[in-house]
């Protein structure tokens, strides 16, 4: 495959994929307050305790679905039907639960499966296909990683902005999953377009190479993801974050321009100075995009700023690395299920640390030296990981 058509090809994934977040996070929070209100304002009129119950099981399903789908979509699906399969899930979801005012409240719950089972089809296999396709280079690889997390984190932010002031605006539900089932249909058809060229062989995979350290990186990286996870639920326990979207997208758009910039000016022979200077530089823009851009006009806090600048750091660079890094090390018929183990433990450890920090009184200050700690001990492992990687791994 040229490089021209890979671009396309991975322009076109990310673009479906923020598609599919568009569409989940238009809805997603709003499932509880749709179930519980009443028929009059719009709602399904069911009791707050079946609804809290339903919306339970959703968020656990919707947690550990994908990890047992994963080893389907490795061994008999593929990546490119699961896309497309988990789409149709997740338009008759959404249509569902929009007709389920209409015809049978409890309808919902099959809306609820629906969706629970076409996320986790998605999900993992989208994680692997923008890795697959970005070929052999390990820093496209890389760059199409945070690529594709910030474009998913542009979308998903906007979708929840844009449904909560729709829903304020207009006080009725109904629209918002009609939006939602069309958004996914055009993912559907996107992903149809380019499952039907990869039957035709117009789209092909780009194989990878086996490389020393495999099972050696592969852990550490799954171990990041449970750590950024365990660190991002306290820092957000601790310190507020930015709520305001000029704020994300001057962020996501200078890693955008800095990852350009780097591709640029380092080539292969700087393979660890680039890892180095990357971390460096993005660390120090968002720490300084916290100081100074928070809130404009004035100078945020120095030390929630640097809080913040980790958990950014976390988020936007070491995550999406790591995802590169599983991918890469991977046993080649487990490529879906290991993605899907590391956003599980990235998940899982959120929730289990709220809820720890919900149930049991820490001291703030105990809570702080911990994140500070876990914070630097992620950086400076994630150092050591990616001298690691460039030694042995970067072509």
Known sequence: MNSQKKYKLLTALIFAESLERFAYYFVSFLIPAYMMSSIQNGGLGLTQNFSNIASSYFSFGILLFPLILAPV??????????????????????????????????????????????????KPSFSVLIGKYAGT?????????????????????LSAYLSAKF????????????????????????????????????????????????????????????????????SGRIFTYPNQISFWFISFFFVLFLLFLYAIIFKIKSKIKYYF???????????????FL?????????????????????????????????????PPKALATMQALAFFLFSLSTLLVKNILAQFTFAPSTQLIFLALLSLGIFICFLRLVNLVAKHSYA
């Not at 200077?277 to 100081?291: C, D, K």
């Not at 640097?306 to 590169?324: E, H, R, T, V, W």
């Open 277 to 291: 200077y990357l971390i460096f530089s993005l660390m120090a823009f968002f720490v300084g995009n916290n100081l």
């Open 73 to 122: 979509i490795d061994r008999y699906f593929g990546y490119f039907k699961s896309a497309l399969y988990g789409g149709v899930f997740l338009i008759l979801g959404y249509f569902t639960a929009f007709i389920s005012v209409f015809l049978f409240n409890y309808m919902i719950i099959l809306g609820l499966i629906f969706l629970m089972l076409g996320t986790s089809l998605v």
């Open 137 to 157: 280079s390990h820093k496209l690889q890389e760059f199409s990683y945070v690529i594709y997390i910030i474009f998913v984190s542009i979308s998903s932010i």
């Open 167 to 234: 829903l304020n605006e207009v006080l009725q539900f109904k629209p918002l999953f009609l939006f939602s089932f069309l958004i996914m249909s055009c993912y559907t058809f996107i992903v149809t377009i380019l499952f039907r060229k990869e039957k035709n062989g117009i789209v092909q995979y780009c194989s990878g190479h086996k490389l020393k350290h495999s099972s050696n990186i592969m852990t550490q990286s799954l171990l990041f993801c449970l750590l950024i996870g365990i660190s991002i639920s306290i």
């Open 294 to 330: 928070r809130e404009i006009g004035s100078i945020s806090p120095f030390f929630p700023s640097i809080f913040s600048g980790f958990d950014m750091l976390n988020n936007f660079l070491i995550f999406p690395f790591c995802l590169a890094f599983i991918l890469r090390y991977s």
